[in-house]
């Protein structure tokens, strides 16, 4: 069994609020455990803030998938050929999920959430490059010799590829620094999610102004799909964001409280994030 993780930055959930799992009893008492130390090894890999760029199981011999492959010699034959198989197969379904899913929105408006997403692609492929995106997403947690190509696709015409990119910056961390005077230029990109996502990068390395004032703007975008981004780079700068607890607590407070919109993604979100400072 192969697995690819292309935000192998992230964390499995600990540290990274969501909402489903927020909820469950069982994730809680992760939490608690992990707190208490009370966890084994095995247990433990899913707390850590990062995850494996690639990971390979021998389902068979290890059914809970716990001893990964990958890095052995002797299974990277085995690891080179599952890497090109689902290389192949998400280009033969076309497969659309490096499209943010607000870019549907600010890209083909509204109806880009009602029409049939893979007829438009196959008929226009020029919206969606799979091939410069996913190439784009592969240089993520290659090291920091490929960041001086990421900021060049941080100029890219596709805005995927520029998002793609951007999250490419974001896991470089303090090594992202270079990468500053486009991130400056990003924050007035034409695609909302790369303004709010260059705004994280850059409060991130230390500049909040005004890339944090920006991220708080986003919030009261009228489209929730907008405003759910911005409260994930808020949560995700954690105490950088603390200026910003004034405005966060009015968003939480008056924005829609209705599920038809949606809005109760960001609000709850952020009554989390609150709660950590």
Same mark, same amino acid.
């Given at each position: 069994?192969?697995?690819?993780?292309?935000?192998?930055?992230?964390?499995?959930?600990?540290?990274?609020?969501? +909402?489903?799992?927020?909820?469950?009893?069982? %994730?809680?008492? &992760?939490?608690?455990?992990? *707190? /208490? @130390?009370?966890?084994?090894?095995?247990?433990?890999?899913?707390?850590?803030?990062?995850?494996?760029?690639?990971?390979?199981?021998?389902?068979?011999?290890?059914?809970?998938?716990?001893?990964?492959?990958?890095?052995?010699?002797?299974?990277?034959?085995?690891?080179?050929?599952?890497?090109e198989q689902?290389?192949?197969?998400?280009?033969?379904?076309?497969?659309?999920?490096?499209?943010?899913?607000?870019?549907?929105?600010?890209?083909?408006?509204?109806?880009?959430?009602?029409?049939?997403r893979h007829?438009?692609?196959?008929?226009?492929?020029?919206?969606?490059?799979?091939?410069?995106?996913?190439?784009?997403?592969?240089?993520?947690?290659?090291?920091?010799?490929?960041?001086?190509?990421?900021?060049?696709?941080? +100029?890219?015409?596709?805005?995927?590829?520029? %998002?793609?990119? &951007?999250?490419?910056?974001? *896991? /470089? @961390?303090?090594?992202?620094?270079?990468?500053?005077?486009?991130?400056?230029?990003?924050?007035?990109?034409?695609?909302?999610?790369?303004?709010?996502?260059?705004?994280?990068?850059?409060?991130?390395?230390?500049?909040?102004?005004?890339?944090?004032?920006?991220?708080?703007?986003?919030?009261?975008?009228?489209?929730?799909?907008?405003?759910?981004?911005?409260?994930?780079?808020?949560?995700?700068?954690?105490?950088?964001?603390?200026?910003?607890?004034?405005?966060?607590?009015?968003?939480?407070?008056e924005a829609?409280?209705?599920?038809?919109?949606?809005?109760?993604?960001?609000?709850?979100?952020?009554?989390?994030?609150?709660?950590?400072?």
């Open positions: 069994k192969y697995i690819r993780n292309f935000r192998s930055n992230l964390p499995w959930f600990h540290h990274q609020t969501r +909402n489903y799992p927020h909820k469950q009893g069982s %994730y809680q008492i &992760l939490h608690q455990y992990h *707190a /208490q @130390g009370k966890l084994s090894p095995e247990q433990a890999v899913f707390t850590t803030l990062t995850r494996p760029r690639e990971q390979l199981f021998d389902t068979e011999k290890d059914p809970h998938e716990l001893n990964n492959l990958a890095e052995y010699p002797e299974y990277q034959a085995v690891l080179r050929r599952k890497r689902l290389n192949r197969w998400q280009h033969e379904i076309l497969d659309l999920g490096f499209m943010p899913e607000s870019q549907w929105w600010t890209r083909f408006g509204v109806a880009g959430d009602k029409l049939d007829s438009l692609v196959r008929d226009q492929p020029e919206v969606y490059p799979l091939s410069a995106i996913m190439q784009t997403a592969d240089l993520i947690d290659r090291g920091s010799d490929v960041l001086p190509e990421q900021i060049r696709l941080l +100029n890219h015409s596709d805005p995927a590829v520029r %998002y793609w990119a &951007l999250q490419g910056i974001i *896991a /470089q @961390g303090s090594q992202g620094r270079k990468a500053m005077p486009e991130l400056r230029k990003l924050i007035n990109d034409p695609v909302s999610i790369n303004r709010i996502e260059a705004a994280q990068a850059l409060c991130a390395l230390g500049e909040t102004d005004p890339s944090l004032n920006l991220l708080i703007e986003a919030l009261n975008h009228p489209q929730p799909l907008i405003a759910l981004p911005a409260a994930n780079a808020l949560d995700h700068l954690g105490k950088i964001a603390k200026p910003a607890l004034p405005e966060i607590r009015a968003f939480v407070e829609p409280n209705t599920e038809l919109l949606g809005w109760q993604f960001p609000k709850w979100l952020l009554q989390m994030t609150l709660e950590k400072f």
